[in-house]
T-cell receptor, first 114, second 114 residues
Framework: ETGVTQSPTHLIKTRGQQVTLRCSSQ?????VSWYQQALGQGPQFIFQ???????GRGNFPPRFSGLQFPNYSSELNVNALELDDSALYLC?????????????FGEGSRLTVL | GENVEQHPSTLSVQEGDSAVIKCTYS??????FPWYKQELGKRPQLIID?????GEKKDQRIAVTLNKTAKHFSLHITETQPEDSAVYFC?????????????FGQGTRLTINP
């Protein structure tokens, strides 16, 4: 069974740039969620994708957008980067069964915005 | 929206002693409460969860209690071991409402002293 993998693991950008982070779901999972974890804080929900559609969103501006592909992998795109976007971005996959259950997280992509 | 408060932010106990971490939530509609453990530089991993139809759940040295009336839940770790040292996050969500959006607490850094 392949776990959740994310890329890149680390990256540095400057203010105003755009970034794309990628996530491969765990085998058999059809749902992907993205979380932002600032240093010393708990993860914050950005959005969730199920069957290639966004089906839930947290309090993040529209410059945070995403995609889910037919193979259930996913991308997180952030435009017009701000210093406060510096954080660990975690992808989590799960099986949408209509019942809450375990989220399987990746190791994360650490983004630094200068 | 839901808000989860977690205490304490840091906790240091002697090996073999018990550790207790407490969380409160604000939204009475929340009905699913997982706990995640995050070791330094690693991904969060589910260690135990509880649904609102039960008051307590145990798994070996780990137990979680839930008081729906008071809107608080707690993690209890008995006979602590050095490998229990990590950051622990509580979370809450409302099951069955589309996206599984977990609202996390701020985290508790647990240190087990030998």
């Amino acid at each position: 069974e392949t776990g959740v993998t994310q890329s890149p693991t680390h990256l540095i950008k400057t203010r105003g740039q755009q970034v794309t982070l990628r996530c491969s779901s765990q085998s058999g999972h059809n749902t992907v969620s993205w979380y932002q974890q600032a240093l010393g804080q708990g993860p914050q929900f950005i959005f969730q994708y199920y069957r290639e559609e966004e089906n839930g969103r947290g309090n993040f501006p529209p410059r945070f957008s995403g995609l889910q592909f037919p193979n259930y992998s996913s991308e997180l795109n952030v435009n017009a980067l701000e210093l406060d976007d510096s954080a660990l971005y975690l992808c989590a996959s799960s099986l949408n069964s209509g019942r809450a259950g375990e989220l399987f997280f990746g190791e994360g992509s650490r983004l630094t915005v200068l | 929206g839901e808000n989860v408060e977690q205490h304490p932010s840091t906790l240091s106990v002697q090996e073999g002693d018990s550790a207790v971490i407490k969380c409160t939530y604000s939204d009475s509609a929340s009905n699913y409460f997982p706990w995640y453990k995050q070791e330094l530089g690693k991904r969060p991993q589910l260690i135990i969860d509880i649904r609102s139809n039960v008051g307590e759940k145990k798994d070996q040295r780990i137990a979680v209690t839930l008081n729906k009336t008071a809107k608080h839940f707690s993690l209890h770790i008995t006979e602590t071991q050095p490998e229990d040292s990590a950051v622990y996050f509580c979370a809450a969500s409302e099951e069955g409402q589309g996206a599984q959006k977990l609202v996390f607490g701020q985290g508790t850094r647990l240190t087990i002293n030998p």
